[in-house]
């Protein structure tokens, strides 16, 4: 039988689940209390859904995890092998749930950073992206979601499983720039600079020079 501690029956034994402050036992309950015959031989038992406890056995009830959470463990750990002979407390542990940070490479191709598994609402520093290339183009940040972030921000995983997507923009074929008033250093080695110079005895108005993508 059930009921409160007032109402054990004479001879009984105790036996309480309570959950802690992030869970529920089934039927929405913070706590569940039997009374037991110590006399007959009764077991706890752990049942699945479609199972039903028989005449000797005493089922543990089932959890219910807040939004956010999920069973961890009971505490103490339930015994299900000698018969019920003294009062017992067991209490419903429950854990943060765990959310997953993946990263997709998008049209780049390379190593993506490590996945990376938190506890739920943890803020992670976005990896940079090291291990990633695309040819005639750099990358500009991850995506997730329909925002775009930099390597470095902190974002907090608030989903089971959560994708950061490279973003990446096309390289400028050609990129002019005045030697003179506005020297500029070469992008990277996939340009090459060219220049225009006047033969002797002419002149140019304005000194131009070019990075030209190589293969352009």
């Keep these: 039988p059930t009921g409160t501690r007032n109402s054990k029956p004479e ?3 105790t036996v309480t689940f309570r959950a802690d402050d992030h869970g529920k036992l089934e039927g929405d309950k913070d706590e569940i209390t039997y009374f037991v ?6 077991k706890l038992v752990e049942l699945a859904d479609v199972e039903t406890a028989t005449a000797t056995q005493l089922a543990v ?34 854990k943060s749930a765990k959310v997953t940070l993946t990263y997709n490479a998008g049209e780049g191709t390379g190593t993506v950073p490590e996945t990376i598994t938190v ?11 090291t291990g990633l290339t695309k040819a005639d183009a750099k990358f500009i940040g991850w995506k997730i979601g329909e925002k775009t972030y930099q390597v ?9 499983i959560t994708t950061a997507t490279a973003q990446w923009t096309k390289d400028a074929q050609i990129i002019e720039y005045d030697p ?15 220049t225009f110079e006047a033969d002797n005895g002419l002149g140019l108005t304005n000194q ?3 990075y030209v993508k190589k293969n352009a």
Excluded: H, M
């Excluded at 959890?63 to 015994?79: L, Q, R």
């Excluded at 506890?119 to 976005?126: I, P, S």
């Excluded at 003179?180 to 060219?194: A, E, I, N, Q």
């Design 11 to 13: 001879g009984y034994v």
């Design 37 to 42: 015959n110590p006399d007959v031989g009764i």
């Design 119 to 129: 506890d739920y609402g943890t803020k992670v520093r976005l990896a940079p992206a």
């Design 180 to 194: 003179v008033k506005d020297p500029t250093t070469r992008p990277d080695d996939s340009y090459v600079r060219v």
């Design 152 to 160: 470095g921000e902190e974002v907090p995983l608030t989903e089971k």
């Design 208 to 210: 131009k020079a070019y």
């Design 61 to 94: 009830p089932k959890t219910k995890p807040d939004a956010n959470y999920v069973f961890d463990k009971w505490f103490e750990s339930i015994g299900k092998t000698n018969p019920i002979k003294t009062d017992q407390e067991y209490e419903a542990r429950f």
